[in-house]
């Protein structure tokens, strides 16, 4: 049976993109959200990022899935799977066998912003899974987890290291946003990419055949597309590099040339000086102490850490006390 609870207008993602580009271009400096490469073509350049040599953190997260999902289907005994910004649920199909072997597991609640994703990923579960409830809910994580159904206990699942996208503050809130809609003794499932050596790290941001350039200079061609810019798109050159200080990766649009940009859809112009940077998205990256601390502070308890086997990448349970 699937069920589908719709908490965004049809002209959410409009609006929300307009009011990102208006904020994000008339500041100092320039920004725009890493939510907005996601178009069609976006999702089908970051599967092709996924897959290559250089970008380690799906492989490595998919490994300790691979080998920690009946432990985990133990230790929590959820009846419920949410995951947040679900997207094809692909990986979380290694949670759902293990808690399905283990007995206890009866609802599956994905939750994202695409109701066409959704519905697809939702669709495909549920013919694959007989008898699993899947209710889906098409919201955004970052207003809308107090939507969430299910039987407790529940596990909210949030993978792919997405956490690092947030800023400290930002991770702050959201993590007590969590602690606040689960009851004690529910759980979180964290994906985090881990501080290595630069060289790794800048190398998974901008790969030598040049797909994750072109991932990011596809949010100048969404702003083309759905506002009417006329973004000279070739003219922007991908930068990534690792800021030591912050621990975590940027990413940036740099202009080759000056130039001036008419956004119609929210009457806006915006001049670019030669060589100035339009920051597109960071990546944060973790160490145990930290994720520990930011987790302690916001009301949970550790039940386990887990790392691939280059620890590389950590999956870690955290229960709501």
């Known amino acids: ?16 993109l307009r009011e990102d580009a208006r904020a994000g271009l008339t500041a100092e400096p320039k920004w725009l959200a890493p939510k907005w490469f ?3 073509r976006g999702s089908e350049l970051f599967e092709r990022i996924t897959r290559l ?20 289907a133990k230790l929590t005994g959820a009846h419920t799977l949410v995951e947040l ?13 293990g808690l399905r072997d283990h007995g206890t597991l009866t609802t599956f609640v ?28 098409v919201g955004d994580f970052t207003a809308h987890l107090d939507k969430l159904p299910g039987d407790a206990p529940r596990v909210v699942a949030f993978l792919g290291g997405t956490i690092g996208n947030l800023i400290p503050s930002e ?47 596809n949010v100048l061609r969404v702003l083309n597309r759905q506002l009417g810019a006329d973004f000279d798109v070739d003219a922007f050159s991908h930068v990534a590099i690792w800021d030591a200080e912050n621990e975590w990766i940027e ?3 740099r202009a080759d040339r000056a130039m001036r940009v008419l956004i119609p859809e ?34 949970f308890t550790p039940g386990a850490w887990w790392t691939d086997s280059e620890d590389r990448f950590a999956l870690s349970l955290w229960q709501a006390v």
């Open 1 to 16: 049976m699937t069920l589908i609870d719709i908490h965004l207008t049809p002209d959410y993602a409009v609006r929300a």
């Open 38 to 40: 996601y178009d069609a």
């Open 53 to 72: 040599p250089e970008y380690y953190p799906t492989r490595a997260e998919r490994e300790i899935l691979d080998n920690r999902s009946a432990e985990i």
């Open 85 to 97: 910004g679900s997207g094809s649920s692909e990986k979380t199909r290694l949670l759902l066998d």
């Open 110 to 137: 994905p939750l994202d912003v695409s109701e066409t994703a959704l519905r697809e990923a939702a669709a495909a579960i549920e013919a694959d899974y007989p008898g699993l409830v899947v209710h889906g809910v």
């Open 171 to 217: 991770r702050e809130t959201f993590f007590a946003s969590i602690r606040e809609v689960l009851e004690p003794g529910e759980w979180l499932l964290l994906g985090t990419d881990l501080v290595k050596d630069p060289a790794t790290l800048v190398a998974a941001y901008d790969d030598s055949a040049g797909v994750t350039a072109e991932f990011n200079r």
């Open 251 to 253: 990413m940036h649009l």
């Open 266 to 299: 929210i009457g806006l112009e915006v001049d670019f000086a030669e060589g100035e940077e339009l920051s597109t998205e960071i990546s944060a990256k973790f160490h145990r102490y930290g994720v520990e601390a930011e987790l302690g502070k916001a009301g």
